[in-house]
């Protein structure tokens, strides 16, 4: 299955304001979070950011690249940014934005498909080395944004969504 719905959250003791701000400004990812290596903008959209594209290269852990362009879909100021993806990966991620007192927390939903043949091939057994990859990534978001707001990061978690033994999924 080359099928991947990978849900991360991340607290962070910073103003919604901020966080948001640093999340909608892709284009700077690469100055604070270590697995993204280069975003260009491919189109600038609207002059709400609709249509946006922009065009990203990712390196975790493992001996490749991913690379695939990502239109937004929707933008609500410090509620919501969605966009498509189209590339080596492919599908719709979702960042969501909410405030618990002085915590912001971030929710970043990704489900995508990998359009590579090797990695659609190998994906039965090394499902679990891609979503990890995935989660360390993610992890260095987190930490690289919490220095980038000299913010305390409270927590985060990684989950995968379609994951036999997932909690989440025995409440739908």
Known sequence: MADYHLLTIWRIEAPLEEVFLAIEDSLRWPDWWPGVQKVEEVAAGDVDGINNVRRYVWKGSLPYRMVFAVRVTRIENLVAIEGAAA?????????????????????????????RWWMKLIAPVARSLFIRNHSRIMA?????????????????????????????????
Not at 144 to 154: Q, T
Not at 156 to 171: M, R, V
């Open 87 to 115: 590339g080596d990966l492919e599908g719709v991620g979702r960042w969501q934005f909410t405030r618990q007192g002085t915590v912001s927390i971030v929710h970043y939903d990704w489900q995508v498909r990998s359009t």
């Open 140 to 172: 260095q978001g987190g930490a690289g944004l919490a220095r980038l707001l000299r913010a305390p990061l409270v927590s985060q978690e990684s989950i995968d969504l379609l994951a036999a033994n997932n909690p989440l999924l025995a409440k739908r």
